[in-house]
């Protein structure tokens, strides 16, 4: 693993507000250059990886833009999210992506970055919005309220989940 200083501004990223709804400040976090064979998926993922091949093509033309957030497990890196844009550039033949480490995030940190994450998606199901939700209710013991403000979403939209 390479370790760099971050040379990317935040608006590349969607603007300093939604970074840090969902990953909290980067400050502190640690950029490095990691080696795609010691990056693992998010454990915590509700999501199964589908089908890659556009986002292959994507990234064999222009490469992998952007930086991912996770943490160190023993040697390994271990993403908060970014399961699909692994595995594309796993195929792509990328050797190295940039990561952002946080030396803080535990098991709870990990869980939360992939429940906000994945809620933000336009194409869950409804079933698999609701299930994030209620996981969020009920591991994370966050109220409608705080579930609607970590999420952007309506505290009615976040009660029709939960119904």
Request: glycine share 8%; aromatic share 6%.
């Amino acid at each position: 693993m390479t370790k760099r200083s971050p040379d990317v501004s935040a608006d590349f990223f969607g603007g300093e507000e939604v970074l840090d709804r969902l990953v909290g400040s980067r400050r502190g976090a640690e950029l490095i250059n990691a080696r795609i064979e010691d990056i693992d998926p998010n454990p915590y993922n509700p999501r199964h990886v589908v089908d890659v091949s556009e986002l292959v093509d994507s990234l064999k033309e222009h490469g992998f833009m952007g930086a991912l957030d996770g943490r160190l497990v023993g040697d390994r890196v271990q993403l908060a999210y970014g399961a699909r844009r692994l595995r594309a550039a796993q195929l792509a033949g990328i050797s190295h992506i940039p990561v952002y480490i946080h030396p803080e995030w535990d098991e709870n940190a990990m869980l939360t970055v992939s429940l906000v994450e994945n809620v933000q998606r336009e194409d869950l199901t409804p079933t698999e919005a609701a299930q994030m939700v209620a996981r969020m209710n009920q591991d994370l013991r966050w109220s409608q309220e705080e579930i609607g403000r970590r999420t952007g979403k309506s505290r009615t939209w976040v009660r029709d989940m939960l119904a």
